[in-house]
């Protein structure tokens, strides 16, 4: 069974520090890795995703995340963090084996302090 | 929201009352879903439909009925409310184009049994 763990509830940085969000993954054979995006009262927005390839993949409002198979790790990065970065932030993995369903952890609360 | 709409956005229902909630897409996406997401427990899926008049359970099915009679619609059915079932529910469709292999979220229905 495919899971994903997110350790941390809550991320607090001030703005323009760099900023990560931490996730593992447990699944049988190749993962497929996605990060969302949550603000306050809104649906979830596709931030970016890994299938195969490079390990650093770059997604959308200049976020980029890292794939590390040894680690079984996808944490998701900014180099630079905005106030508007806010929001909750969940990481997913998904079973291609398994009708495409998504495990999504418990996500985490990012605020970023002007 | 990808093309995908949640009616309706807000709902109060009591004890043992019923509801539907319809998902609708405005492409041709054969793979939609339901999660629902309660704090600290990320998104659950419920069920899920893999085209036109086909439905499949997932993680959280109980209490639920799903119904893919058009493709572009997926409803979700409560028949007896119960508390347990206060959350945000959304719908989200899987987008297969070229490279792209990504799930798309509805806007959400918030839902709270009293």
């Known amino acids: 069974a495919q899971s994903v763990a997110q350790p941390e509830d809550q991320v607090n940085v001030a703005e323009g520090n760099p900023l990560t969000v931490k996730c593992t993954y447990s699944?049988?054979?190749?993962?497929?890795l996605f990060w969302y995006v949550q603000y306050p009262n809104r649906g979830l927005q596709f931030l970016l995703k890994y299938i195969t390839g490079d390990n650093l993949v770059k997604g959308s409002y200049g976020f980029e995340a890292e794939f590390n198979k040894s680690q079984t790790s996808f944490h998701l990065k900014k180099p630079s963090a905005l106030v508007s970065d806010s929001a909750l932030y969940f990481c997913?993995?998904?079973?291609?084996?398994?009708?495409?369903?998504?495990?999504f952890g418990a996500g985490t609360t990012v605020t970023v302090r002007a | 929201n990808a093309g995908v709409t949640q009616t309706p956005k807000f709902r109060v229902l009591k004890t043992g009352q019923s509801m539907t909630l319809l998902c609708a897409q405005d492409?041709?996406?054969?793979?939609m879903y339901w999660y629902r997401q309660d704090p600290g427990m990320g998104l659950r899926l419920i069920h899920y439909s893999v085209g036109e008049g086909t439905t499949a359970k997932g993680e959280v099915p109980d209490g639920y009925n799903v119904s893919r009679l058009k493709k572009q619609n997926f409803l979700l059915g409560l028949e007896s409310a119960a508390p347990s079932q206060t959350s945000v529910y959304f719908c989200?469709?899987?987008?297969?184009?070229?490279?792209?292999?990504?799930?798309?979220f509805g806007p959400g229905t918030r839902l709270t049994v009293l």
């Open positions: 997913a993995v998904r079973d291609p084996s398994n009708d495409y369903k998504l495990s």
């Open positions: 492409m041709n996406h054969e793979y």
């Open positions: 989200a469709i899987r987008r297969t184009s070229g490279a792209t292999d990504t799930q798309y």
């Open positions: 699944v049988s054979g190749n993962p497929y």
